[in-house]
């Protein structure tokens, strides 16, 4: 059958739940895509990679709940490829194991549509590993079976449970958690011995992760007494026993918190990154985004005119990008910039100078204000020098003020502002599911959090990046818990680990 060349549908792989196991070509792929099909068990984090224009699909299927069949979700691939699109279809861990992945393949071939296969790191592999328990070890096994626990709907169950039972080697479950007393039982009466260690992972690889450990015998007891739940994955096997003393992702400093980070949607990954690393259960709630000025066209004559300052001060990483933004409108040659000299507000303002190769003339040891007024008395006299200030539209006025008492010659050009963010996902989470931390990265951030009214749960706790921002916060009544002493997103990421490591 020919094939449809414009349109194509890429069957792919979302790993097991960490963002950094999902793979580069997946990303890739998702970066580029104008529909997006995913599951109940994909990060939704990574459809933040996705065009803002992407047609976005849930096609969640838990037990006993599914949003689509799956003949309606293969007759949607079929329709979206048809009318050439460039369609991901996102799928938990990998596409063609246990994700019927192969049934969505022979709908697109059978339509004579052209497809992908884009493997995942799979859980049956990933969340094991997560709760320290290598399925293949030298002096355990060197044999691993995988199986699904999840009955096909309307048919009998068609694993071979004496055969299973008599395979030597590790045995990983995918699904079927709220089946395991019926297939512990099947696997006691088909001779497996009641002693084998066994482990559940719910939520593998992600900072909601879980460990359930027991025995054939009890571990069906064991589930009823926790009320553990899906999602999970079963390992059966002495290797399920070593987890004990190899368990390291969930031995970190943050394991087990779920931790909210309002900064905006294309800044916040630093942060969420560095947390997640640490072992949080991270979600964004961005409260702000970035908008050009109000008066751009007074910003754009100032970024002209920047090489008549003898000092151009920026006040933070934005600013630095709607600088340089508008100055490569302007000018293609770096050094229209002129003799001026540049200041910077913090480590992260001057890593991105640095970025378009200028050198940082003068940088406080703290990012605020107040320091880079120290630096600048240290520097000497600034009498009768004529300053640039970029800063956003909310800002303090305080270095205008305090520069012109020394005798400066200062402008302000205010280079973007910030205006609350409207996505409410972030919000719908705070609200079902709460935190143990949020952290605030300036007055901003605070100010738009407090105007969404959300309910705060009991026992949040909260850090704040700098004075500033802690200022803001005391003023609309929140409590600072923690506070970094170096007011950057490393600063706050290493206070909040401090504060967790040593409680």
Same mark, same amino acid.
Not at 100 to 128: H, M, Q, T, W
Not at 139 to 158: L, M, P, R
Not at 230 to 259: D, M
């Given at each position: 059958?020919?094939?449809?060349?414009?349109?194509?549908?890429?069957?792919?792989?979302?790993?097991?739940?960490?963002?950094?196991?999902?793979?580069?070509?997946?990303?890739?792929?998702?970066?580029?895509?104008? &529909?997006?099909?995913?599951?109940?068990?994909?990060?939704?984090?990574?459809?933040?990679?996705?065009?803002? $224009?992407?047609?976005?699909?849930?096609? @969640?299927?838990?037990?006993?709940?599914?949003?689509?069949?799956?003949?309606?979700?293969?007759?949607?691939?079929?329709?979206?490829?048809?009318?050439?699109?460039?369609?991901?279809?996102?799928? @938990?861990?990998?596409?063609?194991?246990?994700?019927?992945?192969?049934?969505?393949?022979?709908?697109?071939?059978?339509?004579?549509?052209?497809?992908?296969?884009?493997?995942?790191?799979?859980?049956? /592999?990933?969340?094991?590993?997560?709760? @320290?328990?290598?399925?293949?070890?030298?002096?355990?096994?060197?044999?691993?079976?995988?199986?699904?626990?999840?009955?096909?709907?309307?048919?009998?169950?068609?694993?071979?449970?004496?055969?299973?039972?008599?395979?030597?080697?590790?045995?990983?479950?995918?699904?079927?958690?709220?089946?395991?007393?019926?297939?512990?039982?099947?696997?006691?009466?088909?001779?497996?011995?009641?002693?084998?260690?066994?482990?559940?992972?719910?939520?593998?690889?992600?900072?909601?992760?879980?460990?359930?450990?027991?025995?054939?015998?009890?571990?069906?007891?064991?589930?009823? $007494?926790?009320?553990?739940?899906?999602? %999970?994955?079963?390992?059966?096997?002495?290797?399920?026993? /070593? #987890?004990?003393?190899?368990?390291?992702?969930?031995?970190?400093? =943050?394991?087990?918190?779920?931790?909210?980070?309002?900064?905006?949607?294309?800044?916040?990954?630093?942060?969420?990154? *560095?947390? !997640? %690393?640490?072992?949080?259960?991270?979600?964004? /709630?961005?409260?702000? !985004?970035?908008?050009?000025?109000? +008066? /751009?066209? +007074?910003?754009? *004559?100032?970024?002209?005119?920047?090489?008549?300052?003898?000092? &151009?001060?920026?006040?933070?990483?934005?600013?630095?990008?709607?600088?340089?933004?508008?100055?490569?409108?302007?000018?293609?040659?770096?050094?229209?910039?002129? @003799?001026? !000299?540049?200041?910077? &507000?913090?480590?992260?303002?001057?890593? !991105?100078?640095?970025?378009?190769?200028?050198?940082?003339?003068?940088?406080?040891?703290?990012?605020?204000?107040?320091?880079?007024?120290?630096?600048?008395?240290?520097? #000497?006299?600034?009498?009768?020098?004529?300053?640039?200030?970029?800063?956003?539209?909310?800002?303090?006025?305080?270095?205008?003020?305090?520069?012109?008492?020394? #005798?400066?010659?200062?402008?302000?050009?205010? %280079?973007?502002?910030?205006?609350? +963010?409207?996505?409410? %996902?972030?919000?719908?989470?705070?609200?079902?599911?709460?935190?143990?931390?949020?952290?605030?990265?300036?007055?901003?951030?605070?100010?738009?959090?407090?105007? =969404?009214?959300?309910?705060?749960? +009991?026992?949040?706790?909260?850090?704040?990046?700098?004075?500033?921002?802690?200022?803001?916060?005391?003023?609309?009544?929140?409590?600072?818990?923690?506070?970094?002493?170096?007011?950057?997103?490393?600063?706050?990421?290493?206070?909040?680990?401090?504060?967790?490591?040593?409680?």
């Amino acid at each position: 059958m020919a094939k449809h060349q414009s349109g194509i549908c890429y069957l792919t792989g979302a790993g097991p739940g960490d963002l950094g196991l999902v793979t580069l070509k997946a990303r890739q792929v998702i970066e580029a895509a104008e &529909v997006i099909v995913y599951d109940y068990l994909c990060n939704p984090e990574m459809l933040t990679w996705a065009p803002k $224009e992407a047609e976005v699909v849930y096609a @969640g299927k838990k037990a006993g709940a599914h949003t689509l069949s799956q003949d309606e979700i293969n007759d949607l691939l079929v329709k979206k490829t048809k009318a050439g699109k460039r369609v991901v279809r996102l799928k @938990g861990g990998d596409p063609f194991l246990f994700g019927r992945g192969g049934e969505e393949a022979e709908a697109l071939a059978k339509a004579g549509l052209r497809f992908e296969v884009i493997p995942g790191v799979s859980s049956a /592999l990933a969340a094991p590993a997560y709760a @320290g328990i290598p399925i293949t070890h030298r002096e355990h096994n060197s044999q691993v079976t995988i199986f699904t626990g999840h009955e096909q709907a309307g048919e009998k169950d068609d694993i071979d449970y004496a055969a299973l039972a008599r395979q030597p080697g590790t045995k990983v479950m995918l699904m079927g958690v709220e089946r395991l007393e019926a297939i512990a039982a099947r696997l006691l009466e088909e001779g497996a011995a009641p002693t084998v260690p066994v482990a559940l992972v719910q939520w593998g690889t992600t900072g909601r992760q879980k460990t359930l450990r027991g025995s054939l015998a009890d571990i069906a007891k064991k589930v009823k $007494e926790t009320g553990f739940s899906a999602p %999970a994955v079963a390992v059966f096997g002495s290797v399920a026993a /070593l #987890g004990e003393k190899l368990n390291w992702f969930e031995n970190k400093p =943050l394991f087990g918190k779920r931790v909210v980070v309002t900064r905006t949607r294309h800044q916040a990954g630093a942060l969420s990154e *560095q947390l !997640r %690393a640490l072992g949080a259960d991270v979600y964004e /709630l961005p409260t702000i !985004r970035i908008e050009p000025p109000t +008066e /751009l066209l +007074e910003f754009g *004559q100032l970024v002209r005119d920047a090489h008549t300052y003898d000092w &151009v001060v920026f006040t933070s990483p934005n600013g630095v990008d709607a600088f340089f933004d508008l100055f490569y409108r302007i000018y293609d040659d770096a050094r229209e910039i002129g @003799g001026c !000299r540049i200041a910077a &507000v913090g480590a992260a303002t001057a890593a !991105r100078i640095k970025e378009f190769h200028l050198h940082v003339d003068l940088q406080p040891e703290q990012a605020v204000a107040e320091g880079l007024l120290k630096a600048f008395v240290k520097d #000497g006299s600034v009498e009768n020098l004529k300053i640039l200030i970029i800063r956003p539209e909310t800002a303090r006025d305080l270095l205008s003020k305090e520069l012109t008492k020394m #005798g400066a010659i200062v402008d302000e050009a205010i %280079a973007y502002r910030t205006v609350p +963010e409207t996505d409410t %996902a972030g919000a719908a989470r705070f609200r079902e599911e709460g935190a143990n931390l949020i952290t605030f990265t300036s007055s901003s951030t605070v100010e738009n959090f407090m105007a =969404l009214n959300l309910p705060l749960p +009991e026992g949040l706790r909260t850090a704040s990046i700098g004075p500033v921002t802690s200022k803001t916060m005391r003023e609309l009544g929140l409590r600072i818990d923690i506070e970094a002493k170096r007011h950057d997103i490393e600063g706050l990421a290493a206070a909040i680990r401090d504060d967790y490591t040593q409680a």
